[in-house]
């Protein structure tokens, strides 16, 4: 991350895998930093490095799907939206399955 300002309130990062149906395949909410660099603290320019693990559902269909980010306020729940306004951003194409 790189904050371009600083945050006035908590977010939650949201990561998530989804089929081509919209099926949620696999989640990992959390603070960024594994909690340890709540956005609170935050200041403009500060860069943190922010990695989430997540594991995939077993009955999850194989094939084609997307790795999805949404970042919401941590108290009220509200998805917070991107500058272009979208409330999630595709981070790449992955594969279910073998």
Known sequence: WL?????DAERT???RIVDVNGALVAQHDGWPARGTKP???W??????RDV??????EDATPG?????L???DSYTQEVIPFED?????????VTVGS
Do not use: C, E
């Open 39 to 41: 956005t609170s603290w």
């Open 52 to 57: 989430h693990y997540m594991t995939v559902r």
């Open 3 to 7: 904050a371009l300002d600083a945050p």
């Open 13 to 15: 990062i949201s990561v």
């Open 70 to 72: 949404l970042v919401y």
């Open 64 to 68: 084609p799907a997307s790795l999805n």
């Open 85 to 93: 306004g979208q409330l999630k951003i595709t981070i790449l194409p």
């Open 43 to 48: 200041k403009a320019g500060w860069q943190v």
